[in-house]
């Protein structure tokens, strides 16, 4: 069992679905020849050929368009989108038809379309490359939104996204791709869909986050636990549907709460949780909730970049805040 990437991880993913199903297609911008931008689908048309792994014209309506076609009619399309910037032009498309196809038609047709694109900052890349805008999607019914944080997590949740029988919008964080290297075992096991992960355990703080910002609110447990803090991170992976038995759980557990994510603030998936916890965990809370966001402005280019995104100290900052007003 080697130690591989995110991208590895994907492709392997990726590889070891198509190969034991041969209704899987691969669609999108220069993901045949040349693997991609970021080269997640390297070497699968050398395998699979161009009709499983087809290079598309430049045309984002066109791969969302074509690929509910094919998921209509029986195939399980996996359309790449080579960054999250240029997701907006498959709206219509994901929107209008892709989640209201098994409401349309009354079960009668699926749509088993994943729909995968490199999201957030943190590679100094220029304007819409760095975007996070994961509750544009959430906030639609009838999609699945999953966001893995780990090269394990990309490997098994891709699995799970592809033998779903209907739409997932598979946002991959890409500066993780190539951070990270852990063991990852080919073994064809999809991890579950719509449930959080507890990766550390804690009494005195909840952390909730997703995606790259696993990594900062990692450390930032760490640092915590040095001044006898012990801090619960949970990753919540797929943000829609939203498994809030596992943060309620936790916070009934702590009576604290920090949220994190890369996003805006207003209207954040960060929101919507915090809404739920004083919905339906208000006793449980000693302090208010807390979010360690983006802000609400237009993703900045690389110089301001590290300004923008959440740091481990305005992380602890806000456990810090939490915890006094208890």
């Known amino acids: 069992m080697a130690d591989v990437t995110m991208l590895d991880a994907i492709n392997m993913g990726l590889r070891t679905e198509m190969s034991a199903d041969s209704s899987v297609v691969l669609l999108g911008q220069d993901i045949g020849i040349n693997g991609g931008v970021f080269r997640a689908t390297a070497g699968l048309q050398n395998t699979f050929g161009k009709q499983r792994v087809i290079d598309t014209p430049l045309s984002e309506t066109l791969i969302a368009g074509m690929s509910i076609g094919m998921a209509a009619e029986g195939l399980k399309p996996v359309a790449e989108i080579q960054f999250m910037g240029f997701i907006y032009a498959t709206f219509d498309q994901i929107i209008n038809h892709a989640s ?6 009354r079960g ?18 220029p304007e819409h490359h760095s ?3 994961e509750a544009l999607f959430a906030h639609i019914p009838g999609l699945r939104v999953v966001i893995p944080s780990s090269p394990s997590r990309a490997y098994g949740l891709l699995l799970a996204a592809i ?12 500066r993780i791709y190539r951070m990270v290297k852990q063991q990852v075992q080919d073994n064809a096991e999809a991890l579950p869909l719509d449930v959080c992960f507890v990766l550390t355990e804690g009494n005195d703080v909840t952390l909730v986050s997703w995606g790259a910002m696993i990594h900062e609110t990692l450390a930032a447990a760490e640092q915590l636990a040095t001044n006898g803090i012990n801090a619960e991170v949970i990753d919540v992976a797929t943000i829609k549907p939203l498994d809030m038995n596992t943060i309620l759980e936790s916070v009934a557990k702590t009576g604290h709460c920090v ?15 915090a809404a739920q916890l004083a919905e339906l965990g208000l006793m449980s809370l000693f302090a208010p ?3 360690v966001t983006g802000f609400d402005t237009v993703m900045p280019l690389f110089k301001l970049e590290q300004n923008y995104m959440p740091s481990v100290a305005r992380i602890i900052a806000a456990v810090t805040r939490s915890l006094k007003d208890a």
Do not use: M
Request: hydrophobic residues 35%.
């Open 100 to 105: 209201r196809l098994r409401n349309r038609t």
């Open 163 to 174: 033998r779903d029988p209907d739409p997932v919008i598979f946002l991959e964080p890409k």
């Open 131 to 133: 975007e996070s805008t």
């Open 108 to 125: 009668r047709l699926t749509c088993p379309l994943v729909l995968r694109a490199p999201f957030g900052g943190g590679i100094h890349a």
């Open 259 to 273: 949220i994190i994510h890369e996003a805006a603030k207003t209207c954040g998936v960060g929101a919507e949780i």
């Open 289 to 291: 909730v807390e979010r």
